[in-house]
């Protein structure tokens, strides 16, 4: 049926052409001579008239067959376009079903492709001339191209945000890594612990950029090995120190211990963070004078060579501090008041006697006599006692006392005033000087436990700033070996 209408079509085109093609102009006609003047007749004016009706019908049918025929062309052609219209339609809608969503989002890079396709979807449909042409659009197909474009640009997206991400992860761990690494490379280290130090920054560097995953960047960790560098450089720093002792400090902590204690206590930290807050110096001993009282040193019992612990307590109810673990007694000084020597002795007699004898003689004369109205008397006695009394007393007695200040023995001996000096040195040593000796063995207290001690201790000087701050608050325990 199409196909008849297709020709029908076809047929009424090559109609219209033909109606519509300018007549080819007749050929030249050589001149006529003019006809006579002679009038023509009835039967030839007749004939004219005829032939020009003819003619004049014959083109309206013409012109009625062609406008027929237009309009069946028209008709059909509309009929056509509209089925087409229609299609075409359908066919957009298609392509809208497909490309829809983030696919076809101006607002993502990857939907630059998709819409470019979409477009060129919609300008071939929307161009189609005919259903032959359309239906060779396939819709599905291109949305198929299309999405997979999109996909692939997607992953690759995808792609580069990981790579970027991975990159800067290991340009952060790196920095990090470096960072660990620099105060270890800011000590002096010998040649061989920085080449070691250099080679393992390098490696775990090396390790971070060939790494394929964030997860791999992370746990690529420099902890391990960081402790073991650190340790061979403090092994190395605690061997390079003199003697055979080093002074250990950790924040306020400080200690004297051995290089095999040192080497045994870096040996057991695990952080190497730790490790750092570690530091060792030499042992260099000075010698300080302390006054305290003695109760608060077992002092009386010390001794030059004693090792002694030093703590600090600066009020009531604060807590013991030990501020030196190790010192060591090189003097005792006792006080004056252990060598003040008084002596006494005394001896007394006594015989009392006494006698007495006594004799009383008594004589009185009275006499009396008026003269002139007035009376005059005398009286006259006498009374004599006579008394012997006689004591005799005898006492005889004798006493020896003598003290001694070792204040001013001591000054006079400096200045030289003594007589034999070397006497009373001897004295001094055998008396005042071992006056604790005494205590401990009579086990009687002689001091008062008030009695001020001057002891001269050796201790390293790291300490010596805790004992002046503390000096009033110190207190000395004997080492027991």
Known sequence: MSEDIEAKIRRLRELGKTGTEPKAAPP??????????????????????????????????????????????????????????RAKQDKLAQVNTYFKGDIVNQSQTCSAEPIRIKNDLVRRIQAADSMEELERIDVKAAFSNALQKYNACIEEQRRIEFERKLNQTKQEKVREIELAFQPLLSKPLPDDIKKKVVATLNSIEQQVMEAESEAEVNSTSPEPYLLSLWRDYYYYLIDTIPGQEVVLEKGDYRSIVTKAQAKSIIGGVLDYREI?????????????????????????????????????????????????????????????????????????????????????YAENHQESYNAGGGQIGTQEGSSDTYQNTQTNTQTASASYSYAVDLKEILKA?????????????????????????????????????????????????????????????????????
């Open 276 to 360: 750092m807050q570690y530091k060792f110096y030499q042992v260099q001993y000075v010698d300080i004078a302390l006054v305290l009282t003695r109760d608060r040193i077992n002092g009386a019992f010390l001794a030059p060579g004693d090792r002694v612990v030093i703590f600090a307590k600066n009020s009531t109810n604060a807590p013991f501090r030990e501020i030196v673990n190790q010192g060591y007694v090189e003097m005792i000084l006792l006080p004056v008041d252990a060598g003040r020597i008084s002596v006494s002795e005394s001896q007394s007699q006594s015989s009392t006697s006494s006698s007495s004898s006594s004799t009383n």
């Open 413 to 481: 001996l400096a200045a030289g005033k003594l007589q034999s000096p070397e006497a009373v040195r001897q004295q001094l040593e055998a008396y005042g000087w071992r006056v604790v000796d005494l205590e401990k063995e009579s086990g009687m207290l002689v001091l008062q436990p008030n009695a001020q001690f001057m002891v001269i201790i050796r201790v390293p000087s790291i300490f010596v700033p805790d004992i002046l701050t503390y000096q009033d608050s110190l207190y000395l325990a004997k080492i027991s070996t």
């Open 28 to 85: 030249a006609r050589p001149p006529r001579k003019r006809p006579s003047t002679k009038p023509k007749s009835v039967s030839s004016i007749r004939g004219r008239e005829r032939r020009k009706r003819i003619l004049v019908g014959a083109s309206i049918v013409i012109i009625i067959i062609l406008i027929i025929s237009i309009g069946a062309y028209v008709y059909m052609q509309n009929q056509a376009a509209e089925r087409l219209n």
